[in-house]
């Protein structure tokens, strides 16, 4: 098991492999980078269920988000952005789990019901399939109704005895039906969570005590089915205590025979019987063989379908589930299923009525009960209906199948009722479960469809021998199909076998394939040709046929016949351009595989990937190039200034030089792999990597006609220590991720060495991060609050509120939390609460009387993507009624383009609604004038770094630049304040140049609450 395992881990399924697994089951797939949320999305697309790229884009979530609104039926809009959040989706990355969605879309204006499914890729991708359930979910809420109609009859059943329980055995959840007015005042719980674990309080209080242990033994769920299961019932006899007397009754336990979920659980009253002395002995037992036999005949009903009076869905699940248990057990009997659908049934239905189309369905149902008389039939859907041969039934399957298909030829003839069907075996080395079986199943059942459906001379039909000639193709079809899917790899030689008996079968001479890439190869005609069938013998073309895919690869089929051959008949025709219609299914599905390989390891733009960096691993190891490594994680420093400044044309440009110079200095005994974005991943020998950090740190690049630009990374890297085998690329992304996040977060590192003073470091966040939902819960966060004061009349002006974490006593440093906080979305749900604990103090000082002032509150820069932020800003604010101008949120400056477009419609929509805002650290970050010129501002906060000090000159770059920004701010209407005051030249630095807020330790630490408060009324600084 060991070894299988470390195969399985050293031969990762490709993304190729992975989604056109998908695509067998999902219309829709999305495949994710986790490292910057840019995705892909993949169509399937007609019969043949070709995987097709649709569409592409930056920001999956984003683009969620936007679409939600359009196309998520409403009733279900709120519970879809809820559950599907980033954190949610990418948590399958951490642990291996996958995430799955069940909501609606608008579809023709009607909502449909859709499933998503998220798996983890082999690497840093998330894997999304889409797939449409509606039908199935319908079929899902109509076995419900008729569960819910068992319940109901186990209601009615109650009328006749004290009580029946109605367990569900996989939860232990139960509801309880009480008809006697004694019982019923028990007090007994009447539904519950856990039937096991109120027994025993039921029993203890209303039972008799010399009985209670008894059966309290007799109700332990294990002792209970396992009885079950031995003797197909259990009952027993014990004393029910009603007041201040005691009466016998007798229990009778019985699960139904096609519920295997529920066990039903009947009270009945023996008092009498058992008290009079003379009543015959088994007058007890004679009531409890009639309770199990009403019960029994009620369950029947409820397992019936009314109509036909064959089995209903419900059952049909039933056995299912219990199928696929002992399949996964290997424990599962040989068996097969028939899958039916009624032919011309809505025909029959619209032209003759639905009293004509219920005759009309009987009659298919009697056809096939009358073929399979030995085996269960189940009704699963309007006209569809599934039979599953075991035993004997099994064994005479081929038999079975060939009566089947002589009825349908004769009802053919005569103008009844015909069936399409399809046979197929389960194969306990592939089918993993009934679906499997009954997929296959199913496409043959439509291809029969098709043929039953066609005209047949009557000649045809009439002759014998068509009944044995059908039965053959239908054999050679079902195992070319089978063939064709195999799971574990299409069976080439055997696909081929087939073909050439199928050709044989139909007089063919020769049949030929054409494979052509895209439109040029098929003009030239240098494509592809297969050729598995060839007598030797001149033909004609007789037939062609031709498929395009949606990536304009195609292929093309031709049949020839001998001019001295019997030609086609119009059947004969069909079946054979059904089979090249199949084959042609299979080569352009393979084909286009063979085409999504090609791309797996590389991605839209040509850099190799991260799954071509596990096979260069791999590679290395066997030519012993692993040994003396270092791995590093490096982003391209301000990207996004190239685009703008050069145009995006040229910044692709840029990189591509980038990332050839640093694979050119790599060499042959290195790798390198983009992950996505401006993010590169790399490998290389220790030497070697000496150059490269330089060039990392700092590399001239030329483009375009003489023109050149400096590019700068940030680092992480990790030398892998002599003696380690590195086998996958997970050996050490961790590490170079741990230490880029630092390179990243700290001014003046561009490149960080892994250490375990980092693993600490990383250990220490995680920490932070768990800690972190209970603190909030717990009311750990509280608001300091730091004065902002008037330089000229020392009056509080303002505050800023700064968050503490205070635990056990204890303050834990902003620093310590923050960082790591915004590194998910933590500081978002931090902000939004530090920002309710503000408005709440607010609230109580006005309350109060307290002449307040407003109070600004931090937002991170995380919280621009949130579409919804001003409502929810407002609607705190308003939840606490405090008047909007005491409110001032600080966000921080940006660079891109994207950001800076949603700081600005966060910003206008506060700005709309009177709450300030403030530009946070101005001029720590790339500040442009389009910052303050396109966004309405209230207030510019100049950071600490800007403020002059007493070494600088009058005429230094920080003295002017501080004067320059003060009078622009001042001339713009802005308010102005510059935070980080600790010295009196300071404040008068500030003075001269019109600054008439300060925020700093020259005045005020940031203080509690209880502290501000005597701020508050004091109202100045002397």
Partial sequence: ?????????????????????????????????????????????????????????????KAVLYNCREQVYPEDQAFFLETFKKENVTEVLKNGKSFSLNYRLVIDGKPTHYFLKTIRGTDQKVVIGVQNVDAQRRRELITNL????????????????????????????????????????????KQGADFFVDAVGDCRKFLHPDDVERVLRELEKERLI?????????????????????????????????????????????????????APEDEAAHKEDELVRTIGSAIELVNKDALTGVKNQQVYADMELQLNGQIKAKTAEPFALVVCDVNEMKQVNDAQGLGVGDAFLKSACTMLCDTFKHSPVFRVDGDAFIVLLRGNDYENRSKLNAEFARKQVDHKRNGLVTLAFGMSDYDPEKDTCVRDVFTRAENLMYGNKDWIKGDLPQETLERHELQNEFMRF?????????????????????????????????????????????????????????????????????????????VMSSARMVAYMAPDEIPLTEEERWKVELVMRTTLTFVTRNRLRDMIEELTYNDENGYPNFRSLANYIVRAAIEGKNRDLVAFHYNLRHFSLINQEFGRAEGDVIMRNHFETIRKTIGDWGYLVRLGGDNFVGICQRDIFEDVKSLLASATISFGSGNCVTVTSRTGAYAIPDGQMIQKPNDFMEQIIAAYRVAQSKEGEILVYFNDALLEKREKSMKIQKMFPDALQAGEFQPYYQPKVNVYTGELDGAEALCRWIRDGEIIPPGAFIPVLEQTSDICKLDLY????????????????????????NFSRKNIMNPNLTEFIVGIVDRYHVPHEYIEIELTETTTDVEFNDLKRIACGLHDNGI???????????????????????????????????????????????????????????????????????????????????????????????????????????
């Avoid at 005691?246 to 019985?254: A, G, P, R």
């Avoid at 008996?501 to 003009?523: G, W």
């Avoid at 530090?834 to 307040?852: A, H, S, T, Y």
């Fill in 226 to 278: 396992q009885h079950l299961n031995e003797n197909g019932n259990v009952t027993m006899t014990y004393r029910q205590l009603l007041g201040d007397r005691s009466q016998y009754v007798s229990m009778i336990v019985v699960r139904p025979k096609n519920d295997p979920n529920h066990i039903v659980m009947a009270v009945l009253n023996v008092d009498a019987q058992i008290r009079r002395q003379h």
């Fill in 474 to 550: 239908y054999v050679l079809y079902e195992q070319l199909v089978s063939a064709m899917t195999e799971i574990s790899g299409a069976d080439v030689p055997r696909i081929e076998s087939l073909l050439i008996e199928i050709s044989a079968m139909f007089r063919l001479s020769k049949a030929v394939t054409y494979i052509y890439r895209n439109p040029q190869e098929e003009k030239m005609g240098v494509g592809e040709t297969l050729c598995c069938y060839d007598t030797g013998k001149e033909g004609k073309e007789i037939l062609s046929l031709r498929v395009v895919t949606k």
């Fill in 834 to 857: 530090m920002l309710e604990r503000v408005c709440k103090d607010l609230r109580q000082w006005m309350d109060e009387g307290k002449k307040v002032v407003r109070v600004s509150v």
């Fill in 146 to 189: 008729e569960r819910q109609t068992y319940m109901h009859i186990s209601g009615a059943l109650a009328s006749r005895y004290e009580a029946i329980y109605y367990i569900d055995i996989q939860n232990n959840a139960y509801t309880q039906y009480s008809a006697s007015d004694e019982y019923a005042k028990l007090g007994t719980t």
């Fill in 916 to 1022: 300030y805002t403030a530009v946070d650290d101005f001029g720590v970050g790339f500040s442009s004038l389009n910052l303050i010129r396109d966004i309405p501002w209230n207030v510019l906060k100049i950071d600490r770094s800007f403020l002059p000090g007493e070494e600088d000159k009058e005429n230094s770059v920080r003295n002017v630049m501080f004067k320059n920004v003060v009078t622009l701010a001042r001339q713009l209407g802005l308010e102005c304040i510059a935070e980080g005051v600790e010295t009196e030249f300071q404040m008068n630095v500030l003075r001269e140049n019109h600054c008439n807020l300060a925020q700093g330790y020259f005045y005020d630490r940031p203080l509690p609450v209880t502290e501000f408060e005597k701020r508050l009324d004091k109202g100045i600084y002397e």
């Fill in 1 to 61: 098991m060991e070894m299988e395992e470390r195969k399985q881990q050293n031969n990762p399924i490709t993304f190729a492999e992975l989604a056109l697994a998908l695509a067998n089951d999902y219309e829709c797939i999305y495949v994710i980078d986790s490292e910057d949320d840019s995705y892909v999305e993949y169509v399937t697309a007609g019969a043949q269920k070709e995987l097709v790229k649709r569409d592409y884009g930056d920001n999956f979530y």
